[in-house]
């Protein structure tokens, strides 16, 4: 069954004269990008021309609808011609169906524009199937254990791929990567752990040298979008550790 949601785009001003000159003419909004996939990350883009100039917007949700609400300015100041300003502004990650996007100015008899899109499955998954609803990707690390961490990059798709950086018993960097693993909840994820070997880098590309073993199993299990725990039993080790986003 396909869904509909309307989102709704306001304008106001961060000036004592509002903005309402902008008119279909002079406003023209794209959804990016224009099929996405689900649960992949959809942007309105708002293109004006100057001097009418979109800075910053708010989203809010009410009632099956999303409100954008940009904040709106008019540049006094000479500006080159034909000039255009862009906002992009970030709708969301959405399952499969069919959206409305609805943009106005807050203006009584000025024109709106329309946009719509259809968010399509990757690919059809088995049942029971567990979704994640919040992206994961990030550093992550422990703050008590500086040194090793996750580097984890999660698809639209569903698939998580994530490279594990630590030290070998002789104190040598060595990484794992977890791949491709299988949610078995919205917040928990197990697969195997691998261990790979190739040639130098420095030196000529030779395949034969490429090699890739299984080495172990791991498990994430995230309690909430910024923290979560990694558990492991790799090269006959096995260990829980507790693991934050590494904070910029």
């Known amino acids: 069954m396909l869904k509909r949601l309307h989102l709704?785009?306001?304008?106001?001003?961060?000036?004592?004269?509002?903005?309402?000159?902008?008119?279909?003419?002079?406003?023209?909004?794209?959804?990016?990008p224009p099929a996405p996939q689900a649960q992949e990350r959809v942007i309105l883009r708002v293109n004006t021309l100057l001097p009418d100039l979109c800075e910053t917007a708010s989203v809010s949700f009410s009632d099956?609808?999303?409100?954008?609400?940009?904040?709106?300015?008019?540049?006094?100041?000479?500006?080159?011609?034909?000039?255009?300003?862009?906002?992009?502004?970030?709708?969301g990650r959405f399952p499969k169906g069919f959206y409305s996007v609805v943009t106005g100015n807050g203006f009584p008899g000025t024109p709106t524009i329309t946009n719509s899109f259809f968010v399509r499955e990757h690919h059809v998954f088995d049942v029971p199937y567990a979704f994640p609803i919040v992206d994961y990707s990030d550093h992550w690390w422990n703050p008590q254990e500086s040194g090793w961490g996750l580097s984890i990059t999660q698809h639209p798709s569903?698939?998580?791929?994530?490279?594990?950086?630590?030290?070998?018993?002789?104190?040598?960097?060595?990484?794992?990567?977890?791949?491709?693993?299988?949610?078995?909840?919205?917040?928990?994820?197990?697969?195997?752990?691998?261990?790979?070997?190739?040639?130098?880098?420095?030196?000529a590309f030779d395949p034969s040298q490429v090699g890739i073993t299984q080495v172990g199993t791991a498990t994430l299990h995230f309690a909430d979008s910024n923290s979560g725990t990694f558990s492991y039993t790799v090269d006959g080790i096995t260990e829980i550790k507790p693991i934050v986003r590494l904070p910029f």
């Open 8 to 32: 709704v785009a306001l304008t106001t001003s961060m000036f004592l004269v509002p903005c309402a000159s902008a008119t279909a003419q002079t406003r023209v909004l794209e959804i990016i």
């Open 64 to 91: 099956g609808t999303i409100n954008v609400a940009l904040q709106c300015v008019q540049i006094i100041s000479p500006l080159p011609p034909n000039r255009n300003a862009t906002l992009d502004v970030e709708l």
């Open 158 to 203: 569903d698939r998580l791929f994530a490279v594990w950086f630590v030290y070998s018993q002789s104190g040598q960097p060595i990484w794992y990567t977890l791949q491709p693993g299988a949610w078995t909840t919205a917040t928990l994820i197990s697969g195997p752990v691998y261990k790979t070997t190739g040639p130098y880098f420095g030196g």
